[in-house]
């Protein structure tokens, strides 16, 4: 057993665990989020994902010895149900969800990808999303959500941006 730090939604989280453990199963079970989710267990389907210095990753394959002391993001993370994130706004005003399983790496896919890219191309956006699988059917509702929100971003920075001009 070693003792590690992460910085998880902002909080810092000391944990005693195996090195090898799967950030996954720190995540939930030690922290006791429910963003993250096992799915597959391979890294392939995506619902375990997190944010982890800015990047998607698969927290079913990370071992958490490689993310000590970084800044590690889920779904909780990003908004709250008074204040939603841009994007799981979007996703809100879509209805772009169904059984919802596969919602948390969609959501940390796309944020982290526009994070990156927030003047992506259609193309480049669905290649981006092509490493998450959705079995509901629920794609065009996704995309639509997830295409609008680099424009919202922008609008809302642009509008903070002019606040500070105008105060």
């Known amino acids: 057993m070693s003792v590690f730090t992460l910085k998880v939604n902002g909080q810092s989280h000391t944990v005693d665990v195996d ?14 989020l429910k963003g993250p989710k096992f799915g597959c267990g391979l890294g392939q389907c995506g619902s375990c994902t997190a944010i982890v210095n800015g990047r998607a990753v698969r927290s079913c394959r990370t ?6 002391g970084a800044e590690i993001t889920t779904l909780e993370g990003l908004g709250s149900p008074e204040k939603p994130h841009p994007i799981q706004k979007a996703f809100i ?5 169904q059984c919802g399983f596969c919602l948390n790496g969609v959501i940390l896919t796309a944020k982290a990808f526009l994070d990156q890219n927030p003047k992506a191309t259609d193309e480049q956006i669905h290649q981006a999303m092509s490493t998450v699988l959705c079995r509901c059917f629920t794609t065009t509702r996704m995309m639509r959500a997830i295409k609008s929100t680099p424009r919202s971003v922008r609008d809302e920075e642009q509008l903070t941006s002019r606040r500070l001009e105008y105060d």
Not at 20 to 28: G, H, K, W
């Open 63 to 68: 071992p958490v010895s490689t993310v000590n």
């Open 19 to 32: 090195p090898t453990t799967p950030l996954l199963y720190v995540l939930s079970d030690d922290l006791a």
């Open 93 to 97: 005003d879509e209805q772009a969800a």
